[in-house]
């Protein structure tokens, strides 16, 4: 007999090489039917394998992301058949699951693909999948691997073969098809109720420019057709709030190929709403004790082989900058937290100088492939609200839930309300992989989780995913789409004060190293607008808006009215424009709905004689006639409701 536990933590005997959907079967015969994925000590595997010892077994259904990933992977073993069936000759390569549905990349030879192919391509796959195949793992020696893809003539798995130890090579077998494998799939093809092939594009062999382009097919697929319809619709709205298409529209920023791929351009509009972001979070920093710090866009390449980034940020960094002296050369910073170790290096300190708090909204380069870069998300300059936190050890935990509040004030402010946060621990069992004393990483561990609790957050635990240097916590947002983004980060460092030699002297007048703390509640300015403009639409909260009230004129005549409307908002430092043009009042309204801006005031002969303003709300409506120091009043109490003060 063996024994098994359960996530809710009960234990359950069963004789040896029983498998997880026996389990699932003496749990529920209904729970069984959903059952579709599971892992066993932390390893997934097949829901038909044996157990034969002891150990932690999770199943997975539909609704759980490891679910999702083996029901997409099984959909890609099913399109990777059914492109073999209507295209002789081609050669596959790789398919896996990825955040939303699979992809496929496929040397298509003499064959061509195009979009009008995939609905063709879709009926086959529903067609192999109505077969309900079961999916079969089974090993496979490694000569015997290779023989079987030299006879076929696909060189691409023949060179992923020979990467791989022998006794780890795995097939996968449903129906005729047959693929090389490490598994993790879901029971049979006939789970798979709804397919649709999303797009298709170009593909480097393992991403490498030199190598030959591929043809890539991305789907997705669903147990029930009714979820793919929501899905299609959920898509429907994301491309309307695409933030490429908005920035565009509300005139935020720009690119240009002439100054550079993944180089943004902020036009005042976006500039003045970076700025107001930026001070925003300043204001709250100063209360929180921060000191602004500002660091070049360079540094000498010794700086960066100190911190280690020379390392590991080596291969996706420009090119060294030389200078005209021998062997001298610098780089633009991929990091803030190098330039701010030297910031601390430059002086002294005492144990009752600590914590010091350097922040800097600091721009960083990285050169991100081309075929990788989008829009905001993923550029090759950005701007980073950084911040370092030296600290003493004892200082950690109450500094760790200073950082907290501080990223639970930006997120409420912003309307971020769904989120959770990711506790990253070490991995116990592999300590090597970690440096830093035990005693330290169980203090830091420790200030993490307990400050996590004392939040009331809502919390995962991922041990293993801890950085090198020490363990992190992540705020994942869920935004009005229902996609998850990762925003937010707290990490605690004992690398950097090691490599940059920081000391601190102690109340025994002895030199100690401080601990650091790395935070970013925006992560970068670029991301977190992005995601903050598809959050909202480009509806942003009323502080934030870029023009907040646009004064209409009925005409001409009474523009000297709408100047001392102007001039009264001003005065209670409300953003407003006039829309003097000689336009239809009608045009005026649909231009100022499509700029989303938040209020219009309409202003005529009526208004004028009674010293009002007839205002509208941006897709509300009218609210009716009121006197411009009641709409002041009503626009700042709105503004204080949405912008709350720090509170330290």
Not at 600 to 617: A, F, H
Request: proline share 4%; net charge negative.
């Amino acid at each position: 007999m063996i024994a098994i536990t359960l996530p809710d933590g009960s234990v359950k005997q069963f004789e040896s090489g029983v498998t997880p959907m026996d389990v699932a079967i003496s749990i529920s015969e209904g729970f069984a039917r959903n059952v579709i994925s599971a892992s066993f000590n932390d390893t997934t595997i097949e829901t038909s394998t044996p157990i034969t010892e002891d150990g932690s077994l999770v199943l997975f259904t539909w609704r759980d992301e490891k679910g999702k990933q083996a029901f997409w992977h099984s959909t890609a073993h099913i399109m990777a058949q059914a492109l073999e069936e209507l295209y002789s000759g081609i050669k596959l390569t790789i398919g896996p699951a990825i955040e939303n549905g699979f992809y496929y990349d496929v040397d298509l030879v003499d064959n061509t693909i195009s979009e009008k192919d995939l609905p063709t391509i879709e009926a086959k796959m529903l067609e192999i999948a109505r077969g309900k195949h079961e999916f079969i793992l089974r090993e496979s020696s490694k000569a015997a691997a290779l023989a079987y893809y030299k006879d076929l003539g696909n060189e691409y798995k023949v060179e992923l073969i020979e990467n791989l130890e022998d006794g780890t090579i795995t097939f996968c077998d449903h129906d005729t098809f047959t693929d090389l494998c490490r598994g993790g799939h879901i029971p049979n093809t006939g789970i798979v109720k709804a397919i649709k092939l999303m797009s298709i594009a170009g593909a480097y062999w393992r991403g490498d420019e030199k190598n030959k382009q591929l043809t890539r097919i991305y789907g997705i697929s669903f147990p029930k057709q009714k979820e793919l319809k929501e899905y299609l619709a959920l898509l429907e709205e994301a491309k309307k709030r695409d933030h490429r298409k908005l920035g565009k529209e509300l005139e935020l920023f720009t690119f240009s190929k002439k100054v550079g791929q993944g180089l943004p351009l902020w036009m005042p509009k976006g500039a003045a709403l970076r700025e107001r972001l930026e001070n925003f979070l300043k204001k709250a920093q100063k209360k929180a004790g921060y000191d602004m710090v500002i660091s070049p866009h360079i540094g000498h390449k010794e700086l960066y082989i100190t911190s280690g980034h020379y390392e590991k940020y080596g291969a996706d960094s420009f090119q060294a900058i030389k200078t005209p002296n021998e062997g001298e050369e610098f780089l633009l910073k991929p990091m803030n937290c190098p330039h701010h170790c030297e910031m601390f290096n430059s002086k002294p300190w005492s144990y009752k100088d600590l914590p010091v708090r350097f922040a800097e909204f600091g721009t960083v380069y990285r050169y991100e492939q081309s075929g990788e870069l989008h829009g905001l998300t993923r550029v090759r300059g950005f701007t980073q609200d950084d911040a370092h936190i030296f600290c003493t050890p004892d200082q950690l935990d109450e500094e760790f839930k200073k950082v907290i509040d501080l990223v639970l004030y930006v997120f409420g402010s912003l309307g971020f309300e769904d989120f959770t946060a990711q506790v990253s621990l070490r991995d116990p069992e592999n300590p090597e992989k970690y440096i830093g004393s035990d005693e330290n990483w169980e203090k830091a561990e420790k200030a993490i989780l307990n400050a996590t609790i004392e939040k009331g957050l809502n919390y995962t635990v991922e041990t293993g995913e801890a950085a090198f240097y020490g363990p992190k916590l992540d705020f994942i947002v869920r935004d009005a789409l229902g996609r998850k983004w990762q925003l937010g980060t707290i990490q605690v460092d004992y690398n950097l004060p090691e490599r940059f030699e920081l000391e601190y002297k102690g109340s025994d007048n002895e030199m100690h190293r401080p601990v650091m703390i790395h935070r970013a509640p925006f992560g970068s300015m670029e991301r977190f607008i992005a995601i903050l403009l598809e959050h909202t639409g480009g509806n942003f909260p009323l502080w934030l808006m870029p023009e907040q009230v646009s004064i209409l004129c009925l005409s001409e005549k009474y523009e000297k009215y709408a100047q001392k409307v102007l001039n009264v908002l001003e005065n209670h430092e409300i953003r407003a424009l006039i829309d003097n043009r000689s336009e239809t009042i009608g045009k005026k309204i649909r231009e100022a709905e499509m700029k989303k801006i938040p209020y219009m005031l309409i202003l005529g002969e009526q208004e004028e004689n009674n010293g009002t303003i007839s205002v509208r709300k941006h897709s509300e409506g009218d609210l009716g006639s009121m006197t411009v120091e009641t709409f002041s009043e009503l626009i700042n109490d709105e503004i204080n409701k949405n912008k709350k003060e720090f509170i330290v």
